[in-house]
Every structure is written in C-alpha cells, then in structure tokens.
C-alpha cells in the first residue's frame, strides 16, 4: 500500500478513478479490496507484481520499480513469476535455495563463486539467475542437493548439509488422502489457490471437489494423479507435482521416457531428448566426448545418467536455454552450443487461442494426450465443452485461456505441459507487390494476403492440394495465378469473408479455416483518438509514414496535425473520416482505411473521399 506513482519507464500513472487515457475495469468499484486510491502502483489481479495504467497514450500498462521483499524472518522471497527462494532450508533439490551457508557437509569451506582458485570453472557465466553470491552453497545445474566448489586443491566440489524445508511431511499411495500444509512444487513455484482462477483457469476447484480438501494453495491429489501436485503461480508452467516424497522410501513413479519423443534430426524444447549424432559445435569444433576428461573435466555422465550423453554428441542434459551443447575438444573453448534445428517453426499470436496447427508434443517431448480421452487424465476440456476451441485429435490448444498453448500428456507423472512454440514475430513477414504485406502466421481483413502454412478446416478436416482435382475439381489455380496457392494451404483466392480450401473428404467439397487476426486493436467512434500501432490497410498493404511524401506527398503532417498522434507509419483518423486511415506504400493506391474494426462492431458511416 505504497505510494510509488511511477513506472519502470519512469511513465507516470493514470488514476485508478480515471478513464483516460485507457479505458478499464480495474476501478475502485471492482476491487474495493485492492488499496486502489489515487495513481498509485497496485496488483489488484493477481498478476506478478505491482503495476499500473500509464498516463501515455501509446503505453496502456507497465509493471512498476519495486523491489522484491525479503522474509528474513520467515526464511522465504516469493520472486517474479512465482519462484519461491528459501533462505534457511531447500525444496526439492534445492535449486532456489538463498541461504548463506559456506561449506561443505564435510566441512570444508567453499571456494568463492567468482574466483577460479583452486578450481576453474564458468558457472556465473553459464547459470547468471542461479544465485552464485560470495562462496555460498547453491545448485545451479541440477545436481541431487546444493553443492560447491571447496578451498582445498585436491577436493574439487562436495555437497552441502541444508535441511529439507518439508522434514516431516511425506504421503502414501498417490497422496490422494494428503491434508499437509507444503504448498511448493519440486520445482521451487509458489502454488496457486485452489479457489483462484489466476494465472491458470481450472476445473479443480472446492465447489466440483468437496471431499478432497482444497484448502488455501496445499498440494493435493483429487483426481487420482500420482501424487500431490498443484497449479503454480508462474505463467509458464501450469501445473507441477509437490515437493514432499511418498512415506514408502522405496516407491518410485512410474518412467517417463515411455511417453517422450527423442528426435534424431531436431529438437523440441530445450532439446532435453534430442538423440542425434551431430557432433561439432557452431563454430566447427568437434565435441569431447562425454566419458572422456581430456581436455575439460566434468560430472555430466554421472549427474545425467539419462540424458542420453553417448560418444561426442550434442546434448542439453541441463535444460541450457540457448539449446544443445557439448564440451570441445579445444583447450581453449571449454563449450559451445551446436547448430541444431527445432522440429517445428510454428509459432503462436497473442495467448494461442486461435493456434490450430498440428503440433502434438510437450515442450520436455512428451506426446499429448487425445482431447476426447479421459486417459491417463481424466478433464473437462473436452470438444464437447469447448466446441469452438479445435480440440481435435492431440494437437496443442489453448480452450481456457492459458498464457500459450497447451496438452495434457500421456505420462501418467505429469499432466499439462506447454508447448515448444513460441509467439509469432513480424520479421517473417514479407512485403510483395503492391506493397502489400503476406503475413505467414496470421491474417489481415479476409485473408486474402495470408501467405502461411495452416491446413486443415476449423472442424479439422485436411485440405485438398490446390494443384490436385481430386477427390474435388477446380480451377483455382488457373482463374487466380497469384493468390499463392501452394500445397494444401488455406488461402482465400476469390473474396470470401475468410481463408478457406478444398477438403480430402469426397463428401465435404470445401470449408472455412481458423487463421488467428494479425491485430486485436479496435477503435472507438471515428477512431480520431486511436493511438494503436497497426500499420496495414483493410486489402493489406503497407502504410506510409506521416512525415514522408513519398510515394504520396500529402498535407496530413505531423506539423500540420500535432495533436493527431502521426507517429510512424500507424493508422490515424487527423480529418474527421470515417474511421482510422493512411497513405499507402503502393505508388498507385493513395490510401485506403486499415484493417482495425470498431470496438462496439458497427461499421462506419460513407466517406466522402470514397
């Protein structure tokens, strides 16, 4: 309940109060709980931390410039995104432990992180977030419990003693009778309440669940997983099962390596269970072997005895975020990363909602599981409860509005994962004839320039090859030469209201397709008060800029209208048209209006310049 009124831009805050510049339902009215008075930075929504609307018409919402306190009493830091750093015990294997504790379970002190005497080594420049302060016991890559480098010469590392944050809780069977009190994953993420919808919307709630005790955000089991598990409070990770163990010190979960894909050729992911035999870094230099010592020294073999490190092969046995990687063979180079494609180029826009493509596989390289099964998860994203959400087959979806797209496995030990796209980007786009943009991941008006790879309708049959008569003849290809129509892709050559194609079922001749809009924006009235950053007119080409009067000189100057937001080349309404316009690049198209839609759907009156 500070008073920070500031961004971390340095933006200042629009008042809660307030409607202007960004229109809003974080009111004071809505969450009277929230501590919403005047323009200061709050977190009413539960997102990751305090934030605010900003008083700049370009900048709707920026997180403000507030430290993350520290539980010195209670030993604990909730960090971004969830992750819970411990100061006086470990979770799990310790990986978000903070504490200060300097030496090794046998006593020996613990060389400073940010020496390399006795012992060389590049840890703080391999894992930068892993907390390597002073000489204090950390797990940065993995390893069963902290460790360190020690001051004697000839004892290279040694684990440290630090005590389980969870000393006396444990579960028996799958945990489904649990009542403890942890409420922290293996992986060290705070848990969401099971009362709350955010970040993860959810059906396990204490309404549809009322024998299986979902109090507050403790791990539970009430849906017959193999152990205690909850939703987490980061955004990139749905679910994770508890830090507690079974009571039954010999019970171990079934293998997963039964449910993963190891690819030869790419990788998903980080490249956890790639498998091929590439050898050499990005550079060219040929890789060490993993058994070998010479010339770097290592513990991967031991520490990873399942991540598949055979011969001199490329591998990520520690989930490195730049991918694959292996020692070299030079002196001088202790490791490279390898230049090893990804398995999919699909990409996803906004929270993936729209995606329909076709990948089936988890970010870690577990196969999805089927929407329309209950095994081995029973759920209710289900085609028959989401019937609008393409939940066909066992492609990647998001039906409830996650962060991105995702699956529940078929691994009995782990549920839901995301994955392994990433967002869509502009830079892949080209700019064609006409100046007019062909967008590859998304659609402008009614697709008639999308030029990407979707193939398969929006109730999932697979499209018919446009240079194929069968089984349904055409002449496409011959009345529309340019409308890109390659392989079975879904295009709009003749002026439907979407993309659409040919399908392979004899019976069905053709069908529209689901491809996801470039742009969410919209505007209000004649749209003289847009401040949005579309640049792309309704039959796709690319705006002009304000200030340049080339290939269209023109009066609508940023110094002849200052007050009507001509920055860029963004769409701007500066004379009282219709709706919000721009000069176009096309030398033979003037203008023309763009392709954002009023934000309470009506369409906007005749324009004289029509």
């Known amino acids: 309940r500070g008073t920070v009124s500031v961004s971390s831009s340095g933006r200042r805050c629009q008042r809660w109060d307030s409607q202007s510049p960004h229109r809003h339902d974080r009111t004071p009215q809505n969450y009277p709980q929230a501590g919403l008075v005047q323009n200061y930075c709050r977190n009413p929504d539960d997102d990751t931390s305090p934030w605010c609307y900003t008083v700049d018409p370009t900048v709707r919402v920026e997180f403000c410039p507030l430290p993350i306190c520290d539980d010195t009493a209670g030993g604990v830091v909730i960090g971004t995104n969830g992750i819970v750093y411990s100061t006086t015990c470990m979770f799990g294997d310790g990986t978000t432990y903070r504490g200060t504790v300097g030496q090794t379970q046998s006593g020996l002190q613990c060389q400073r992180w940010d020496s390399q005497s006795p012992h060389q080594h590049n840890y703080p420049s391999t894992y930068p977030d892993a907390g390597l302060e002073e000489n204090y016991c ?25 005590q389980p944050c969870y000393p006396n809780e444990c579960f028996n069977d799958n945990g489904s009778g649990y009542r403890g009190s942890a ?7 705070a848990c969401q309440r099971w009362d709350s919808q955010t970040p993860h919307p959810h059906s396990r709630t204490p309404e549809n669940y009322p024998n299986a005790n979902l109090v507050e955000n403790y791990c539970r089991n009430p849906d017959g997983e193999a152990a205690p598990w909850c939703y987490t409070q980061s955004t990139n990770r749905r679910w994770d099962v508890c830090v507690i163990n079974s009571c039954d010190a010999s019970a171990t979960p079934p293998p997963s390596q039964q449910y993963q894909v190891f690819p030869t050729e790419c990788y998903f992911g980080t490249g956890l269970t790639y498998r091929g035999r590439l050898d050499r870094t990005k550079s060219g230099i040929t890789c060490q072997r993993w058994d070998s010592q010479t010339p770097h020294q290592h513990n991967y073999p031991d520490r990873y005895p399942n991540a598949g490190l055979e011969n001199n092969y490329c591998r990520n046995p520690d989930e490195h975020d730049g991918g694959l990687w292996c020692y070299t063979t030079s002196p001088n180079r202790r490791w490279e990363e390898c230049n090893v494609p990804k398995c999919f180029d699909d990409c996803y826009l906004g929270n993936g909602g729209d995606y329909r493509g076709r990948i089936n596989v988890t970010q870690s390289g577990r196969i999805c599981q089927r929407w329309d099964t209950q095994t081995p998860h029973a759920h209710t994203r289900t085609p028959e409860t989401y019937p609008d959400s393409g939940l066909i087959d066992n492609y990647c979806r998001n039906p409830d509005g996650d962060s991105r797209p995702w699956c529940y496995t078929i691994d009995p030990t782990d549920r839901v994962e995301f994955c392994p796209m990433e967002t869509c980007v502009w830079t892949e786009d080209v700019i064609g004839s006409e100046s007019k943009v062909y967008p590859e991941h998304c659609m402008f008006g009614d697709g008639a320039t999308y030029r990407g790879t979707v193939s398969m309708t929006s109730v999932g049959l697979t499209c018919q090859r446009w240079n194929s008569q069968s089984p349904h003849p055409h002449d496409q290809t011959i009345r529309h030469p340019l ?17 659409w194609c040919y399908t392979t079922d004899a019976n069905v001749r053709w069908q529209y397709c689901t491809v996801p809009e470039c742009f969410s924006d919209c505007y209000d009235d004649d749209g003289s008060t847009y401040r949005g950053t579309v640049n792309i007119t309704s039959s796709g080409r690319a705006c002009q800029r304000w200030d340049s009067q080339t290939p269209h000189p023109h009066t609508r100057t940023p110094a002849a209208y200052p007050s009507a937001g001509l920055e860029e080349n963004f769409c701007r309404n500066p004379d009282g048209e219709a709706e919000p316009w721009c000069y176009t690049q096309d030398p033979y198209t003037r203008w023309e209006a763009c392709v954002i839609s009023n934000c309470d759907g009506t369409a906007p009156p005749a324009s004289d310049r029509y």
Do not use: F
């Not at 993995?142 to 684990?159: F, I, L, Q």
């Not at 409420?183 to 993420?189: A, C, E, F, Q």
């Open 138 to 162: 950390r797990n940065p890559d993995g390893e069963p419990r902290t460790w360190c480098y020690t001051t004697d010469p000839n004892v290279r590392w040694g684990y440290c003693n630090i």
């Open 183 to 189: 409420n922290i994953t293996r992986s060290g993420l």
């Open 483 to 499: 409308a890109g129509l390659d392989e079975n892709y879904c295009r709009n050559p003749d002026g439907e209201p979407r993309t």
